[in-house]
């Protein structure tokens, strides 16, 4: 069955960097576009960056862009995350999600805080 599986966060101090895998399995990882999302304790999941299929495009959100860098390995099935310049703004749960047909495919989420 579609497995995601998210490592990599943990604490960090401000200014700081993680990077954030997403191991999956169970569909054929290299045609379908991936995404990072995030939601911070009383706040929505917002999405955070979005990479294409073959890794030629991505998009990020506003907060985070020159700082998170979205990239995938097709050959490891692992989409991942660098993060940079850490904030504390960016303490959440941090998701990775895929899109199909039968609907969106989430993993269980990598706690992420910055705190000093």
């Known amino acids: 069955q579609v497995q995601l599986v998210e490592s990599g966060g943990g604490l960090v101090q401000p200014g700081g960097s993680l990077r954030l895998s997403c191991a999956a399995s169970g569909f054929t990882f290299s045609v379908y576009d991936m995404s990072w999302y995030r939601q911070a304790p009383g706040k929505e999941r917002e999405m955070v960056a979005w990479?294409?299929?073959?890794?030629?495009?991505?998009t990020y959100t506003d907060p985070v862009k020159g700082r998170f860098t979205v990239s995938r390995d097709n050959a490891k099935n692992t989409m991942y995350l660098q993060m940079n310049s850490l904030e504390p703004e960016d303490t959440a749960r941090y998701y990775c999600k895929f899109r199909r047909l039968t609907g969106d495919y989430w993993g269980q989420g990598t706690q992420v805080t910055v705190s000093s």
């Open positions: 990479i294409s299929s073959g890794g030629t495009h991505t």
